[in-house]
């Protein structure tokens, strides 16, 4: 008996209907990026394994894919991965490219990813990822760019989000403070899981990182805070159920940052942190004071405006590696889900592949989890189940032949088409019509060829009307 056929855990098939879905995510997403001048590029799925180990902390290179065999001969081939994301392959083709590029080089790149993880809700081993970033510049301009492509991607999407945010920096600052300097890089993987595994296994985890007990009682303000440190909220359509205690606060962001000024005094990088927040805070209020202003508003074209918050978060890590700088995650309000977008700044990631001092910031879309929260809202447009505009149903072989001429036509006008492929019962083609929601039917008999016409049938309504060819143009278009 032949074995029943499947795909491996943490893999999904995607029908057409999945797909009409993931393309309405993509090109929403595309056409942000396209705004502010980001430019597509595409790597191979497979990297060599030097240029992926390493990268992402030891959380991460566990979570490698190797290829065992590539089809080589293993002496003299180097050892393959799947990539783990888009970032590192970035920088990897940013080196390899230098010559080519013109900096800074604003990229966006759309692709699968792959991980070896444990499979769970919104959680896949194989899930997309919609990247842009921007690098050769050190400029926050950089930062503020991620943040309105964040706010307007989800507004189109009609997702209301917070974008927590936060400096590695920062982090660095608070290492030294509590006396743990030199295990920053501790601090951030466990301190990172802490919305995964709550702070008695995060102090567990500290300790078996070898943070003594003064210096995880010296972090407990941070862990135990909680993220309500609201920096700029606008509110469009009302959230209903959001988990968010950021709804509906205000804060001034100069004199939350001033109290972590003052945390950090003896810290020179943890100072250097808050400077980087403070101008990335005066950037976002600075455009918030443009568009908030009466005329704007009166001739914004911009509607149902989504809710947008910025919170400042001391426990976001970022659990890689090359983050330096600022580091985003943002979050549903609505639905109980992971991150569904992250990423930062990276002051040296091309040094590791000969490129020193090139600095860069990006941000990175879970597509795959953007669906599930968009399926779980109800948020799709309903259009999005068929692209064919009118199917042709015929009675005969000659009718048949007469509807392929006809189809020709209005597939030069731009109109999708199709034409059932055999005259067989009229019910079965109607059906076919419903099944891929087709709206408009254009049926031919005897008669309708006598006319040089066609019945025009709208499905939603049951009317007919019978039309010629200009006439059926102008219906479809319209």
Same mark, same amino acid.
């Not at 290179?61 to 991965?81: H, M, V």
């Not at 301009?141 to 009609?158: D, K, S």
């Not at 088409?417 to 254009?442: C, L, R």
């Given at each position: 008996?032949?074995?029943?056929?499947?795909?491996?855990?943490?893999?999904?098939?995607?029908?057409?209907?999945?797909?009409?879905?993931?393309?309405?995510?993509?090109?929403?997403?595309?056409?942000?990026?396209?705004? &502010?001048?980001?430019?597509?590029?595409?790597?191979?799925?497979?990297?060599?394994?030097?240029?992926?180990?390493?990268?992402?902390?030891?959380?991460?290179?566990?979570?490698?894919?190797?290829?065992?065999?590539?089809?080589?001969?293993?002496?003299?081939?180097?050892?393959?991965?799947?990539? &783990?994301?888009?970032?590192?392959?970035?920088?990897?083709?940013?080196?390899?490219?230098?010559?080519?590029?013109?900096?800074?080089?604003?990229?966006?790149?759309?692709?699968?990813?792959? %991980?070896?993880?444990?499979?769970?809700?919104? %959680?896949?081993?194989?899930?997309?990822?919609?990247?842009?970033?921007?690098?050769?510049?050190?400029?926050?301009?950089?930062?503020?760019?991620?943040?309105?492509?964040?706010?307007?991607?989800?507004?189109?999407?009609?997702?209301?989000?917070?974008?927590?945010?936060?400096?590695?920096?920062?982090?660095?600052?608070?290492?030294?403070?509590?006396?743990?300097?030199?295990?920053?890089?501790?601090?951030?993987?466990?301190?990172?899981?802490?919305?995964?595994?709550?702070?008695?296994?995060?102090?567990?985890?500290?300790?078996?990182?070898?943070?003594?007990?003064?210096?995880?009682?010296?972090?407990?303000?941070?862990?135990?805070?909680?993220?309500?440190?609201?920096?700029?909220?606008?509110?469009?359509?009302?959230?209903?159920?959001?988990?968010?205690?950021?709804?509906?606060?205000?804060?001034?962001?100069?004199?939350?940052?001033?109290?972590?000024?003052? &945390?950090?005094?003896?810290?020179?990088?943890?100072?250097?942190?808050?400077?980087?927040?403070?101008?990335?805070?005066?950037?976002?209020?600075?455009?918030?004071?443009?568009?908030?202003?009466?005329?704007?508003?009166?001739?914004?074209?911009?509607?149902?405006?989504?809710?947008?918050?910025?919170?400042?978060?001391?426990?976001?890590?970022?659990?890689?590696?090359?983050?330096?700088?600022?580091?985003?995650?943002?979050?549903?309000?609505?639905?109980?889900?992971?991150?569904?977008?992250?990423?930062?700044? &990276?002051?040296?990631?091309?040094?590791?592949?000969?490129?020193?001092?090139?600095?860069?910031?990006?941000?990175?879309?879970?597509?795959?989890?953007?669906?599930?929260?968009?399926?779980?809202?109800?948020?799709?447009?309903?259009?999005?189940?068929?692209?064919?505009?009118?199917?042709?149903?015929?009675?005969?072989?000659?009718?048949? %032949?007469?509807?392929?001429?006809?189809?020709?036509?209005?597939?030069?006008?731009?109109?999708?088409?199709?034409?059932?492929?055999?005259?067989?019962?009229?019910?079965?083609?109607?059906?076919?019509?419903?099944?891929?929601?087709?709206?408009?039917?254009?049926?031919?008999?005897?008669?309708?060829?006598?006319?040089?016409?066609?019945?025009?049938?709208?499905?939603?309504?049951?009317?007919?009307?019978?039309?010629?060819?200009?006439?059926?143009?102008?219906?479809?278009?319209?």
């Amino acid at each position: 008996m032949a074995q029943k056929p499947s795909i491996p855990k943490g893999t999904r098939d995607f029908g057409q209907v999945e797909m009409a879905r993931r393309n309405y995510i993509f090109d929403t997403i595309k056409g942000v990026f396209s705004l &502010y001048g980001f430019q597509q590029i595409e790597t191979p799925a497979m990297e060599n394994i030097g240029t992926l180990m390493g990268k992402y902390g030891e959380e991460g290179d566990k979570l490698l894919f190797r290829i065992q065999n590539s089809g080589e001969k293993a002496a003299l081939a180097p050892e393959k991965g799947l990539r &783990y994301d888009l970032t590192v392959p970035f920088a990897r083709y940013v080196v390899q490219h230098r010559e080519e590029l013109s900096f800074p080089f604003k990229r966006y790149q759309i692709q699968p990813v792959w %991980r070896a993880d444990r499979p769970q809700k919104g %959680r896949y081993r194989e899930f997309y990822q919609c990247d842009v970033d921007v690098i050769g510049s050190d400029s926050l301009l950089g930062e503020l760019e991620l943040i309105q492509i964040v706010e307007e991607v989800y507004r189109r999407l009609g997702i209301n989000v917070c974008l927590h945010i936060n400096n590695r920096k920062i982090l660095a600052g608070i290492a030294e403070v509590i006396g743990a300097p030199d295990k920053i890089v501790d601090i951030t993987v466990a301190i990172d899981k802490l919305d995964k595994i709550g702070v008695e296994a995060v102090n567990a985890e500290l300790a078996e990182r070898g943070l003594t007990d003064e210096a995880i009682k010296a972090l407990q303000p941070i862990l135990t805070t909680p993220s309500q440190n609201v920096l700029r909220t606008t509110t469009g359509r009302p959230i209903e159920q959001s988990s968010s205690p950021a709804q509906g606060r205000e804060n001034n962001p100069q004199a939350k940052l001033a109290e972590l000024r003052e &945390y950090l005094a003896s810290s020179e990088i943890g100072l250097k942190g808050v400077a980087e927040m403070e101008e990335i805070f005066e950037l976002v209020e600075s455009t918030k004071t443009l568009l908030d202003s009466d005329d704007h508003r009166q001739s914004s074209v911009l509607k149902d405006e989504s809710h947008f918050s910025i919170e400042l978060d001391l426990c976001l890590a970022r659990g890689l590696n090359y983050y330096t700088g600022a580091i985003f995650e943002v979050k549903a309000l609505d639905v109980q889900m992971g991150s569904i977008t992250g990423g930062g700044r &990276y002051d040296n990631l091309t040094g590791i592949f000969g490129l020193p001092g090139v600095s860069g910031v990006g941000i990175s879309f879970g597509a795959d989890r953007i669906y599930d929260v968009l399926t779980e809202l109800d948020l799709f447009p309903k259009e999005l189940q068929s692209t064919t505009q009118v199917l042709f149903a015929t009675f005969g072989a000659e009718e048949l %032949r007469y509807a392929l001429g006809w189809a020709k036509e209005l597939r030069a006008q731009g109109i999708a088409v199709e034409v059932y492929p055999e005259p067989t019962k009229m019910k079965k083609q109607m059906s076919y019509a419903d099944a891929k929601q087709i709206p408009f039917v254009a049926i031919v008999g005897s008669d309708e060829m006598a006319q040089n016409k066609v019945m025009l049938k709208e499905m939603s309504s049951g009317n007919q009307q019978l039309v010629d060819l200009p006439e059926l143009v102008k219906s479809l278009k319209g």
